[in-house]
């Protein structure tokens, strides 16, 4: 049983599309994450929600909306997809949001927009 | 300045080597150092989890933190093919709720 599932796996659409990537955690844990890992592998946060509450928004565009329907799902909308959006996004989740635990990450979503 | 720095290599050993990862950091807060392992086209997964400073060993591989000197080591002994994999360490502060990774190092074992 996979913990942590994303879909799709891969996503190429065109400049200026909407478009959802769909993240569940099967782990029972409280806190789930949004990551963006660029080409040079680089991974950085993107939000956090907690108990369905957002609790970490970094400097994202707001064509970047993460919603949360339930302690086990995370979604994330990007509108007016930009070249620069090619990414790899992971989703990821953890018992708790602080006290350094574990995260377990998802297969990731591979997008390409062109 | 980035806050956590790891050099993304490539690196590439000859099968059984000695393999030594680092990575440095400019917040004196972090508190819990990790390693995440990640393979091609796959999601990260935790390898190695040490809270303040000192040495953590698990089979082959030894965690290292050095908090006065900021500084923290991942080694791989008899290294394998299969230990290829991109190398992420990552942090975090006591009470915070961020996790910072380094940009990850590509090792590669040649057998």
């Known amino acids: 049983d996979t913990a942590v599932s994303q879909t799709p796996k891969y996503l190429v659409t065109q400049m200026g599309n909407d478009k959802s990537i769909k993240c569940e955690q099967n782990l029972g844990h409280d806190t789930m994450y949004w990551y963006k890992q660029d080409s040079k592998k680089f991974l950085k946060i993107m939000f956090s929600y907690n108990n369905k509450e957002l609790i970490i928004n970094e400097t994202v565009p707001n064509r970047f909306s993460p919603k949360s329907p339930d302690k086990a799902h995370l979604n994330l909308h990007i509108n007016s997809l930009e070249l620069g959006d090619s990414a790899v996004y992971f989703c990821?989740?953890?018992?708790?949001?602080?006290?350094?635990?574990?995260?377990?990450f998802g297969p990731g979503t591979r997008l390409l927009v062109l | 300045q980035k806050e956590v720095e790891q050099d993304p290599g490539p690196l590439s050993v000859p099968e059984g080597a000695i393999v030594s990862l680092n990575c440095t950091y400019s917040n004196s807060a972090f508190q819990y150092f990790m390693w995440y392992r990640q393979y091609s086209r796959k999601g990260p997964e935790l390898l190695m989890y040490?809270?303040?400073?000192g040495n953590k060993e698990d089979g082959r591989f030894t965690a290292q933190v050095d908090k006065s000197s900021k500084y923290i080591s991942l080694f791989i002994r008899d290294s394998q093919p299969s230990d290829s994999a991109t190398y992420l360490c990552a942090m975090m502060g006591q009470g915070a709720q961020k996790l910072v990774f380094g940009q990850g190092t590509r090792l590669t074992i040649n057998p």
């Open positions: 040490t809270y303040s400073s």
């Open positions: 990821a989740s953890s018992k708790m949001a602080s006290g350094g635990e574990t995260q377990y």
